[in-house]
């Protein structure tokens, strides 16, 4: 995809992201992740951004950059979240990626989560390997050195998938309930019937 691609709108690029292919490169190695779940964020007028009523910082910079910018923050001061930024610059929408289906390299995604072999995981380890943003961060590798950088040069990266054959199912997004009458948006989005995702809505 191309830059336009990440200009849109952040609900029109948190859609657009579902079942695109997540890569992360490092040390000689080579992880191939699937996007099965994502959440927009706003900007000023969303009350569950970070940057709501333009609360420009240090940490939130990246995503007054032009869409497409990499934006890594810390919660609970134990887990990375991984984001990109979306729409124009100096209009600081983003995309929370919610969770990944693994596609290749699994042993590599299982040592870094459980410091296992993917053989050696249990049936509940195999199914929270990266069904979370926290815990994709974590299979990933993925840390706060990486915010600020272009995925379009940086060890992170996006590709297009041409199995397009999905559903999007849209929902409430998870634990903002400080977010007023913004916690009731509609604004996670994920991919219908696929296991990796890490909270399915209810009926």
């Known amino acids: 995809m191309d830059k336009e691609f990440y200009n849109a709108d952040g609900i029109t690029v948190a859609k ?7 890569i992360r490169e490092y ?10 779940e994502t959440e927009a964020y ?4 969303d009350k569950a951004a970070h940057v709501y009523k333009n609360k420009k910082s240090t940490r939130t910079a990246p995503l007054y950059l032009s869409g497409g910018h990499i934006y890594v923050y810390l919660i609970y001061g134990m887990y990375n979240c991984l984001n990109l930024s979306a729409n124009k610059e100096n209009t600081p929408q983003c995309v929370l990626i919610r ?11 299982s040592h ?7 053989d050696e995981l249990t049936n509940y380890q195999k199914k929270n390997l990266t069904n979370g943003p926290g815990k994709l961060c974590k299979a990933l590798n993925i840390d706060r050195s990486l915010s600020g ?3 379009f040069e940086s060890e992170l990266y996006i590709e297009d998938n041409p199995n397009n054959d999905f559903e999007i199912v849209e929902d409430k997004r998870i634990n903002i309930d ?16 696929n296991k990796n995702v890490s909270v399915i809505k209810r009926e």
């Open 16 to 22: 657009n992201l579902l079942n695109k292919f997540l």
């Open 27 to 36: 040390d000689n190695k080579k992880i191939i992740t699937k996007i099965v």
């Open 42 to 45: 706003m900007g000023a007028i």
């Open 99 to 109: 969770a990944v289906e693994p596609v290749d390299n699994l042993d590599e995604i």
């Open 112 to 118: 870094n989560r459980f410091s296992k072999s993917y």
């Open 149 to 151: 950088k272009s995925i």
């Open 178 to 193: 400080y977010a007023e009458e913004y916690k009731d948006k509609l604004w996670r989005f994920y991919i219908k019937n």
